[in-house]
Structure formats: C-alpha cells, structure tokens
C-alpha cells in the first residue's frame, strides 16, 4: 500500500521563514541583497587587510584561553615546577604563571607562540596597508577618515604589543622596563609623576597589574572599535581600483561581494592563520626560561626589542652624549627630549599627509582611480624618504649588534646611522623622483611607439630597424601616464595683501609638480597612434622583411 507523504521542512528552512518576516531578517536580507550587486575590483595589495584580519582573529582567541590561567602579580614566590634549571628561583606570580603556561599547561607553548607570532605579524601587515594605501593615492577624498582609521589601528597595535610584551616579567621585557622608566624620568617637570603613575611607585612597582588591563580590556575595545569604523567607511564610499577598461571614477569593475568576494577573503583568512599557526608550531619566539626572571638590580646584555618598537630605541641612541641644559632649575636632557620630539613629528606627519597634499595641490575632488607611484614622482619621493627614515632608526636600534657581528667600532656605526638619517631621506627623494620621471618617459614611449620586439629586419635601402608591437587596447590606461595638472598660484586677499601661508602653499606647490611630465593626447590620439601607426609600421616592414629573404639579423650582428 502506498503512503503519500509529505517532505518535512528542515528546522533551518522553518526558522528562516519565521526570521524573513521580522524587521531585522528584512534588512538581513536588504543588505545579502545590496553586498550582492555592489561590485569590488580584485588587486593583490587586499590580501594585506586580511591577513591583518587574521592576525587579530589570532590573537583574540588565543588571548582570551591565557587569560584564564595567567596570572598578573608581582608578588615574589619560589619556582618549583618541572623546568629543573630554575628550580628554587625567586621570581613574579607573572613569570611562574607564563612557565606554567608553557611546560604544564596541554597546548600552552603552542597558544603563547601563536599569540607571540600573530603580535609580531599584525604592525607589518598594517604598515603594508600604509604603504599601499599612500603611494596609490587612496588616501585621497572620500578615504582620508580610512586612513586616519588605519594609522590608528597600527597605533593600538604598537600599544597591545608594547603591553603584551611586558606582561611574562622575564629578563628582557625587565629590560626594557627600565628603559622605559628611563624615558619616562627624562620628562622634565612631569618625568616624576608619570613614572610614579605607570609603575605604581619605585621601579618595578605594580608595572604588571597596571598594563594587564591595557593589553587585555583597552586595546581589544580599541581595536574593535576602529575595525567597524573602518568597515563603515570603506561600505558607504566606493571601492578604489587602478585604471583599467571600463573603470571610470563613477564605474567600478569587479567581483560581486556576495558570494565571490566573501569567498576568497574567507580562504585567504583560513590561510593566513594556518599559516600562523604553523610558524608557531615550528618555530620557537620568546623563550622566557631561558632569560630567566625578572630583577630590578639586573639587566641582559646585547637585548633587543620586538621589531616594531626598534625604531624608538634608535631614535634614543642617535642623540650624541651630553646634550642637557640647566634651565628653571631643572635638567633638561636633550637625549631624550630630541628623540621624542623626532619620533612624535614623523608619526604626525604620517597622520596628516592626506590634508597636507589636498592643501598644497589644491584638489579636493573625489578620487576613486588609484595612481601608479610613478605617476606621482613627489609623493612617491617623500614615501621613500619616510621610508628611509624609519629603516635608519630602525637600524641604529642594533647599533651594538652590528658592531659586534662586523668587527667595527660603536661609535664609527653610530655615526654613519647618524649621516644616514640626515642625508639619507633627501638622497631617496632626489633619486626617487628622477626614477620615477624616467619609468613615465619610458610608459609613454611604449605607448605612441609599441613595445619592442627584439626583431631587427633590413630595408631595402640598406637600414636595419627593429619591429615594434603593437599595445593591447587594456595597457593603454595603465601606460597612459598622469592626469593634467598645475601648481597653485598664490593670490593677494580683497586687502591686496599676500599672506604668509599663500606664498608658503604656492612654493610647496611648485616643488610637488616640478619636471610633471604633460599627459599624452587624448585617449583617440593615443589609440590610433597605438593602433595605427605602431601596426602599420609592423605589419609594413613584415612585408619588405618577406620580399627580401635572409635580411632578418641579430641585434648583435647588425
């Protein structure tokens, strides 16, 4: 006998229907419908923001298992655990805590290394952002709150990394402890206080309970905080992309969101923290058993900080000794007051670019095509030239190691850092830009004359010349070189008067669109002369090459 029966509804097909009749599953579904039809182009500079994602992913899950059985106490006890070496070491809660972590606890070494490595990898992911970010020009309307966003998510990553790095009270975060109490005590006026409000009291004081919350309550807010800003940004503006066919200002080419986009973000992510955690897995970083704990009264030789705070201690062993004055009755110590002062202007410079170029060029349109840096010679300069900054102090922070490792003197090191951080970014600005004009003329003669060949055929008069290829219809917005463009001319206010910062902005402007080579015809012009001239002059010279056999030479025999 045949029973008729009826398919049962799945539970996941009831709930979504009980879901798509309320408000919030309508605007689920407006949004899945919207992420659909919005389109985003595809360039290889994205995987930097998700392997940011990922590290941060990394480094909440792993951080939120050691929180529950680290303890952030420098009350002394006796180690009696099972790494002999130390056995019946006087040392913190915080230190005893972090080797439990790593020889009693099932998974724990694993979990610290990838917290460790995630921490190292996030700043290098976001100083790449930067990087690409600032030599396209995507900083640039409507993206300049991005920017701010991101450089202050490198900001809350230096912060959690400079905390974190703190927290084991080992041997060479104590080092670096008194560093920075060093630092701190330079202040004039305010050292004294500051110190006693960071550490608690006399050094070490309470430094451990005072930056466990930072690490684990204020930086995770922060960073949250700044990625859904970020997020809202970058959803209500449109996508920037490179020039391309069919990509214009208000035409965006590329993959839906939903699903394709969601789908490659979503491998690379899976990736990117297998990857992490497989490095962790095989590769050893912060071994605190073998720097052994913490003592005011001791310090490790040849002891260097995580990577992304070197440039501070560079910046510290650059001033030259005995800078300090006598002034109001306090000492005034240059070598410390100099570095903070260097390294807080570069970081605002790097905050404020975006405004500074909109000001000095006088465009402040929208901008949604990105610039190839070498249609930006200035710009592309100055980035170098930050960029030569920071690897300069970055090096001077291993100023000791290098000495050492190449049998040369301190001092002989030091200064040729210090003749590096001076000279070194006005050289990477001159070559920078010349490179740069030299990459444009070479674009460009690509471009009205086609690629060459490398086929040198004889004519029949005797002349050797080489075969040109004709340029696809895709590379010519990409070789077309920058937009028209002209420097600002200061004028006098309804008084007749020419101000200070007109004349300033004026001069700045000139020296940003000095030696700007001229755009090359319309894109008509330059498709004809592409697809004209270039494949009548092939297709042509092919012809006489044919009717006069065995002309055909080498480059080095003609």
């Not at 995770?220 to 214009?248: D, E, I």
């Not at 490659?264 to 058993?289: D, E, F, K, Q, Y």
Request: hydrophobic fraction near 50%; proline fraction near 6%.
């Amino acid at each position: 006998m045949n029973v008729d029966r009826r398919p049962r509804v799945s539970f996941t097909a009831r709930a979504g229907r009980v879901l798509s009749g309320t408000s919030a599953g309508r605007r689920a579904a407006a949004l899945a419908g919207e992420l659909r039809s919005r389109r985003v182009p595809l360039h290889w500079t994205s995987m930097f923001g998700v392997i940011a994602l990922a590290c941060i992913v990394v480094l909440f899950v792993t951080g939120f298992v050691l929180m529950f059985v680290y303890t952030p106490s420098s009350t002394r006890v006796t180690y009696d655990g099972p790494y002999l070496p130390l056995a019946g070491a006087e040392m913190s809660k915080a230190f005893r805590s972090t080797l439990a972590i790593s020889f009693e606890f099932p998974g724990g070494l694993l979990l610290r290394q990838a917290h460790h490595w995630a921490a190292l990898l996030l700043p290098a992911a976001v100083m790449l952002q930067l990087a690409v970010s600032f030599f396209t020009g995507a900083f640039r309307r409507p993206r300049r709150l991005s920017w701010l966003l991101l450089f202050g998510i490198l900001l809350v990553a230096l912060l959690g990394g400079w905390s974190g790095y703190a927290l084991p009270d080992d041997m060479l975060s104590g080092t670096g402890l008194r560093i920075v109490e060093g630092i701190v005590l330079g202040i004039p006026v305010a050292g004294t206080w500051l110190s006693a409000l960071l550490f608690g009291g006399e050094f070490p004081g309470r430094i451990i309970e005072n930056l466990y919350p930072i690490h684990v309550a204020v930086v995770p807010v922060l960073l949250v905080l700044l990625l859904a800003a970020r997020w809202r940004s970058a959803y209500v503006t449109k996508p920037a992309q490179f020039a391309g066919p069919g990509r214009t200002e208000d035409r965006i080419v590329g993959v839906p969101v939903l699903p394709e986009l969601a789908a490659r973000a979503g491998g690379l992510l899976a990736i990117a923290t297998g990857a992490i955690v497989l490095i962790a897995a095989t590769v050893t970083v912060s071994p605190v058993w073998l720097y052994g704990p913490s003592s005011p009264a001791d310090a490790s030789a040849g002891s260097q900080p995580d990577w992304y705070t070197g440039f501070l201690d560079g910046a510290l062993r650059l001033v030259p000794p005995g800078w300090e004055f006598e002034w109001l009755g306090r000492t005034w110590t240059l070598a410390i007051l100099i570095p903070l002062a260097v390294v807080g202007l570069f970081l605002l410079a790097v905050a404020v670019y975006p405004f500074v170029e909109e000001w000095v060029t006088g465009d402040h349109r929208d901008h949604n095509l990105l610039d190839r840096p070498r249609n930006e010679p200035t710009r592309t300069g100055v980035g170098v030239a930050g960029i030569v900054f920071y690897a300069a102090l970055w090096g001077a922070g291993s100023a000791d190691l290098v000495a050492t490792h190449f049998h040369l003197s301190v001092e002989s090191v030091v200064a040729s850092y210090q003749a590096l951080v001076v000279l070194g970014p006005v050289v990477a600005v001159v070559l920078t830009r010349r490179v740069c004009l030299a990459l444009q003329k070479r674009d460009r003669d690509i471009l009205l004359h086609g690629y060459e060949s490398g086929r040198i055929v004889r004519l029949p008069g005797g002349e050797y010349v080489e075969l040109h290829g004709t340029v696809d219809a895709d590379e010519v917005p990409r070789l077309a070189g920058p937009t028209a463009a002209h420097s600002f001319r200061a004028r006098p206010d309804e008084d007749g008067r020419l101000r200070l910062s007109e004349r300033v902005r004026a001069a700045l402007s000139r020296v940003y669109f000095e030696d700007r080579l001229e755009p090359a015809d319309g894109p008509a012009a330059v498709g004809e002369a592409v697809g004209g001239a270039a494949g009548d002059d092939a297709g042509g010279r092919t012809d006489e090459a044919m009717a006069h056999p065995g002309t055909t030479r080498a480059a080095g025999a003609a």
